[in-house]
């Protein structure tokens, strides 16, 4: 197999490039380093891309500025420099300004994460997801700066939570999950000095574990009493978080993380938020292998947003089995009423 999209290490270094050949080692040493998947080339449909809303080089600078201002748990939050903070501020506004550029806001991908840099991955990815979410609300580019700034730092509080609970792969105790709670104003402390940090970005720290019904933390708040960009963190933390691989679960697959925000819609998160939200999530990016109910298997070469349900496919398989190599026919899934997506595959 031949690599489709860079490899990079928790510190931004590339590890793997694109294009690369997956030897036995290289897969190895990849696993060693906990990444669970990888993006490949499929000789059939060679032409199919992993397309993000912002550059490579932007997503690993934000990762790496993230992990040196905030990866020692061991510094205290007074001690970090007002410089520090700036290089987060400016590389969050390049992440807005791009964002605001892209006219293809559609989420079409997941970020290869290792368990190793989970946190600060997720902190990017948290940070562009939600800021996708604000544009599509109408928030104006002063707003989307405040708001991108709060869900890049989110997170920043859980430098405090000991590392066994953070990855542990069972149910939280009590006290555990209690101490877990303190992050947010933990987080919202740490950044309370800061004069030039917005309040409407601090907030997001203190917020994006309140529930819509009342019954998160830290102050159980309700509806809209939950500050709109809290609102908007709690949606894009809970869809990248089940998007990735943890070590006490599989990811869910995009359509399965769509349909657990549905279900959750008027109680943990707004229905109208919810609703403008998956109208820019592709349940089926590119690169997806499905199972049709004509029994034939298919891959997704291309999602229309207007009905990202019903995407682009080129069929891979008939429906006895036989590999059709890359003669397979492509259908456009909208004008095919009849033709029903049966199950999503890991393999094709």
Request: proline share 4%.
């Amino acid at each position: 197999m031949v690599l489709a999209k860079t490899v990079f290490a928790a510190d931004g270094r590339p590890l793997l490039r694109e294009g690369s050949e997956l030897t036995d080692r290289y897969l190895a040493a990849l696993r060693a380093m906990r990444f669970s998947y990888v993006y490949v080339v499929d000789a059939r449909v060679p032409d199919i891309r992993a397309k993000d809303v912002i550059s490579e080089e932007l997503r690993q600078e934000a990762v790496m500025v993230i992990q040196q201002t905030f990866g020692d748990p061991e510094v205290a939050a007074s001690s970090r420099t007002g410089m520090q903070l700036q290089a987060v501020a400016n590389v969050t506004k390049q992440i807005v300004e791009e964002i605001l550029a892209n006219r293809d806001l559609s989420i079409q991908m997941a970020d290869l994460k290792s368990h190793d840099n989970y946190l600060f991955a997720h902190s990017v990815n948290v940070c562009v997801i939600g800021t996708i979410l604000g544009h599509q609300l109408g928030l104006d580019e002063g707003k989307l700066k405040d708001l991108a700034l709060g869900l890049m730092l989110h997170d920043v509080g859980k430098m405090n939570v000991p590392l066994h609970i953070l990855e542990k792969p069972g149910k939280l105790t009590e006290p555990e999950f209690e101490l877990m709670k303190e992050h947010c104003r933990a987080g919202f402390d740490a950044l309370r000095g800061a004069a030039k940090f917005s309040a409407h970005s601090k907030i997001v720290l203190l917020q994006h574990h309140e529930k819509w019904d009342g019954s998160g933390y830290p102050k159980g708040l309700a509806g809209d009493d939950i500050h709109v960009n809290a609102q908007i963190c709690a949606i894009a933390d809970v869809y990248d978080a089940l998007t990735s691989d943890r070590v006490y679960r599989r990811r869910y697959m995009p359509h399965e993380a769509i349909e657990y925000l549905m279900g959750s819609a008027g109680s943990h998160f707004s229905l109208d938020l919810v609703t403008t939200f998956i109208g820019n999530v592709a349940p089926y990016p590119p690169g997806t292998y499905l199972k049709l109910s004509s029994g034939e298997v298919a891959v997704v070469v291309e999602v229309d947003m207007g009905l990202a349900s019903r995407p682009v496919v080129q069929i891979l398989r008939d429906t006895t089995g036989h590999d059709l190599g890359s003669g397979g026919r492509r259908i456009q899934l909208r004008r095919e009423p009849t033709l029903m997506i049966s199950k999503v595959l890991t393999d094709a």
